[in-house]
């Protein structure tokens, strides 16, 4: 066994700038109702990952672990011979995780880039995960202290247009309508162009206003976009109808009704991804609540409100089941570094869109 002091916080080990505590995507826990509980949370499941990884994960896993500061995609890409599936695994666990400290001990903060970048690492290496059941996500419209792009909404749409991808690669009613293996080859190619255009009008139009690097976009141009021939699809997105007749247009496959084609997109937003302000001063769910994550039952308890009123300037009113905006601080917090798309080795989104257009 490594020492253990060496693993569990390793943001605030290696940055040697950092005055404030971290935690995972949030560079400051003080603004959390529970500080002191999220950092001792987030610990206890930064343990549970570095043991899950150095335990169940082949030979070499320290090393690795220690040497990548425990992030997963640098340990993916780095070392891919202690297996990528068994990382995948234990960062699923570490980011369920994540998600049971941010509802407990920085519930005034569920809505904010930090929590919904943690959901969404949740969602890309969690096999089979339901996002529906993800709590706090995706943000509502107007949701006070939210994010300036709507994360969650995105990957919720990215994910709904991988599915309808195979749907549409094995719809039988198109299928028994082409003769030829030219014309199969021209729709199994329509299909992918349609998905393509769905996912570039998802970055473009869910948060038009940020950066689309900023929100994944240079990740699907590289394993999705790129590789599958986009370039190509100008008479494709012509010739074939993507909203009706390829489905993308329902609700169930991303709900897209513009299909952008390559030499057509829409002007790129400037901003970075921060959190707009307004506090939320109730835990949105109330003081308890559960999600379940497959079989898993995931009970949340509210911590103390302690913090809340200095985080929000105004009194706390009590632990209701309200969400109530104060709007009282509009701090930008976020920028830079916070988006982390989908990790390419990924097991849940993207590697099942892998898989499908592999
Ligand atoms: C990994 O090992 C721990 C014990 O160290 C065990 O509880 C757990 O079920 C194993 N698997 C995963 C995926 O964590
Ligand atoms: C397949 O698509 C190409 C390019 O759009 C087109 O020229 C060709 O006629 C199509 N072939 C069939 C069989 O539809
Ligand atoms: C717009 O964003 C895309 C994706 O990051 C990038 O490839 C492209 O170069 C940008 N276009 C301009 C004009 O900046
Ligand atoms: C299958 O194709 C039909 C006809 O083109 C379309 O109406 C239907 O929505 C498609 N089904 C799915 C699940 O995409
Ligand atoms: C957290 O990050 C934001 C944006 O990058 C920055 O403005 C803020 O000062 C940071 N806070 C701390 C305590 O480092």
């Not at 929590?115 to 949701?143: G, H, K, R, S």
């Not at 909404?153 to 003769?179: F, P, V």
């Not at 599958?228 to 909203?243: F, I, K, M, N, S």
């Amino acid at each position: 066994m490594p020492a253990l002091s060496r693993l569990v916080v390793p943001w605030a080990a290696f940055s040697s700038l950092a005055v404030a505590a971290t935690a995972g995507y949030f560079n400051d826990t003080s603004v959390c109702a529970d500080p002191k509980g999220m950092q001792k949370c987030y610990d206890k499941a930064e343990t549970s990952y570095a043991n899950c990884i150095t335990s169940n994960c082949s030979d070499g896993s320290e090393s690795c672990y220690d040497s990548c500061n425990g992030d997963t995609t640098c340990m993916a890409t780095q070392c891919p011979n202690i297996g990528v599936d068994c990382i995948n695994v234990c960062g699923c666990v570490r980011a369920t995780d994540r998600i049971d400290c941010t509802a407990s001990s920085c519930w005034n903060h569920v809505y904010s880039c930090e929590y919904q970048e943690t959901a969404q690492d949740a969602l890309n290496l969690c096999l089979n995960f339901d996002m529906d059941q993800i709590p706090f996500w995706p943000v509502p419209e107007n949701a006070a202290g939210r994010c300036s792009c709507n994360i969650g909404k995105l990957a919720r749409k990215e994910t709904l247009i991988s599915a309808q991808l195979t749907e549409c690669s094995n719809n039988k009613t198109n299928l028994d309508q082409l003769s030829g293996a030219k014309d199969m080859t021209n729709y199994t190619q329509a299909c992918t162009c349609c998905a393509q255009s769905a996912i570039v009008s998802a970055i473009w139009s869910v948060c038009p206003n940020t950066k689309p690097s900023k929100i994944g976009a240079d990740y699907w141009y590289d394993v999705f976009l790129g590789p599958h021939h986009w370039e190509e699809c100008g008479p494709y997105l012509e010739a074939y109808d993507c909203g009706s007749d390829l489905g993308y247009a329902a609700e169930s496959a991303g709900d897209t009704h513009t299909f952008y084609k390559p030499n057509n997109l829409p002007k790129n937003g400037t901003e970075t991804l921060y959190n707009t302000g307004g506090v939320l001063s109730t835990p949105v769910s109330g003081a308890t609540f559960t999600w379940t994550d497959g079989s898993l039952l995931h009970g949340i308890t509210a911590a103390s409100i302690n913090n809340v009123a200095s985080a929000t300037g105004t009194g706390a009113q009590g632990a209701t089941a309200t969400a109530t905006g104060t709007g009282a601080s509009a701090t930008k917090t976020g920028g830079a570094s916070i988006y982390s798309p989908p990790t390419w080795a990924g097991a849940g989104m993207a590697g099942a869109l892998a898989l499908i257009i592999a």
